[in-house]
């Protein structure tokens, strides 16, 4: 699409949303933070794949996470029937995983342990010290079943231009700032709903 073309749907599609979202400041980052996403490699955000603050209509309980893979949104639940909404990418067809989980643990510049039958498929895959270079971004949610490690993740990303695509192996990638706003709202044991 010729650049003049992204830009008229771009600010088409601004001025559409601005009357049922509301955009969000940034949440305040540490120095690492800081210096640590200067070296994640940018990409040109779509807009719907933007940050909003909207009205909730999900139904659930404030503190809930409910992602929508089709979408390729997700969604938390805050009081006062409001809702932030957040683009992410998500697993391919292969890979995918739909369900209901709690939010067991969180952490910060996580390091990456991929299970062995990741290794398996992809022997260029090992573990990854956490940092700007490491896949699992800024900060991760890891999902639990009934107290059992589900293996996936609501996580940050370095392949920011990768949002709202499905192309991951089955974890939920999200912008750096946007899981870092996310981890900073969810508390462990929060409902997560993948669907």
């Not at 305040?28 to 909730?56: C, G, N």
């Not at 996470?65 to 809702?83: F, N, S, W």
């Not at 910060?108 to 022997?123: L, V």
Request: proline residues 7%; glycine residues 10%; aromatic residues 8%.
């Amino acid at each position: 699409m010729p650049y003049l073309s992204r830009v008229v749907v771009a600010v088409a599609t601004t001025v559409l949303l601005a009357g049922c979202y509301t955009t969000t400041p940034d949440p305040q980052v540490s120095s690492r933070d800081a210096e640590w996403l200067a070296q994640v490699p940018k990409a040109e955000q779509d807009p719907i794949y933007a940050r909003y603050l909207m009205k909730d209509d999900t139904g659930e309980k404030p503190g809930t996470i409910i992602v929508d893979t089709r979408a390729r949104q997700l969604y938390y639940v805050l009081p006062g029937g409001k809702m932030m909404r957040y683009g992410v990418a998500v697993g391919n067809e292969a890979f995918g995983w739909t369900g209901t989980a709690m939010v067991q643990r969180k952490a910060e510049w996580p390091d990456w342990h991929p299970p062995a039958e990741m290794k398996q498929r992809w022997p260029h895959v090992r573990d990854t010290k956490g940092g700007p270079g490491n896949p699992l971004g800024a900060r991760a949610l890891y999902l639990y079943q009934n107290g059992r490690d589900t293996l996936y993740r609501i996580h940050g990303t370095n392949e920011p231009e990768k949002i709202g695509r499905a192309e991951s192996s089955g974890c939920i990638r999200m912008r750096n700032i946007d899981v870092i706003d996310l981890y900073n709202r969810v508390q462990t044991g929060a409902k997560v709903i993948v669907r």
